[in-house]
């Protein structure tokens, strides 16, 4: 599989943004899909995760009523819908896909293939 993430950027707190995952090569309709971040010396954190048919979703609390992810299977794209930018939602964002499964996966050791990665900054 290979993931090609994008739609990050330079943006102020209380802007949307919208990241866009592309898979190639296979189809995402099975799988679960997940959106992590991270900050230089930090571990990678997963932001929002579904399961395979999006019935089981987790969310960091820090983005909970602010952040939701989608996907169009017609596209084979899954997106991260992000609201109310804050600063301290700067960091490199990551889309990731697994093997399908009845629940969210929230660790990045669970997960099989990744994007590249885009940076969304966020100034005060």
């Known amino acids: 599989v290979q993931l090609q993430a994008s739609g990050g950027g330079l943006v102020q707190a209380g802007d949307s943004l919208r990241l866009s995952c592309a898979a190639s090569?296979?189809?995402?309709?099975?799988?679960?899909m997940g959106w992590f971040r991270q900050t230089p010396g930090k571990e990678r954190e997963c932001v929002v995760a579904?399961?395979?048919?999006?019935?089981?979703?987790y969310l960091l609390d820090s983005v909970k009523g602010r952040f939701t992810m989608s996907r169009d299977n017609a596209k084979n794209t899954v997106y991260l819908q992000m609201n109310s930018l804050k600063p301290a939602d700067t960091a490199v964002y990551y889309c990731?896909?697994?093997?399908?499964?009845?629940?969210?996966?929230?660790?990045?050791?669970?997960?099989?293939?990744w994007g590249q990665g885009t940076l969304v900054t966020v100034s005060s």
């Open positions: 990731a896909v697994t093997r399908g499964s009845n629940i969210a996966r929230v660790h990045a050791s669970d997960y099989d293939s």
């Open positions: 579904n399961n395979w048919n999006d019935t089981r979703t």
């Open positions: 090569g296979h189809t995402l309709l099975f799988d679960n």
